[in-house]
C-alpha cells in the first residue's frame, strides 16, 4: 500500500495470505527468472559476467513478474 506502506504480503504469510509473492515467483520462473523469494522480498542476482542483452532480457521478465504481483495490490 503506496499510503501506509504496509507490504504486499504480511511477515511470514502463508497459503492465501502469501498469494501475491507465489504468483509473482510463479510468473518469474515462467520468464526462465529464478528469484528468491523471502517474504515481501525479492533478490535477484545475476552473475557478473551477463551481457547487456541477457541483463535487458532478465529485467523484462522481472517487469512481467512484478505486473502479476501488482494484480493483487489496490
Known amino acids: ?24 515467483g510463479a510468473a518469474a520462473k515462467a520468464h526462465g527468472l529464478w528469484p528468491f523469494i523471502n ?3 525479492t533478490h535477484v ?11 535487458k532480457e532478465g529485467l523484462a521478465a522481472l517487469d512481467e513478474a512484478l505486473s502479476v504481483a501488482d494484480e493483487h495490490t489496490v
Open 39 to 41: 517474504m515481501n522480498r
Open 1 to 24: 500500500d503506496k499510503e501506509t506502506r504496509d507490504p504486499v504480503v504480511p511477515y511470514n504469510a502463508s497459503g492465501a495470505a502469501n498469494a501475491p509473492m507465489a504468483a509473482f
Open 45 to 55: 542476482v545475476p552473475p557478473c559476467n551477463i551481457t547487456e542483452a541477457e541483463a
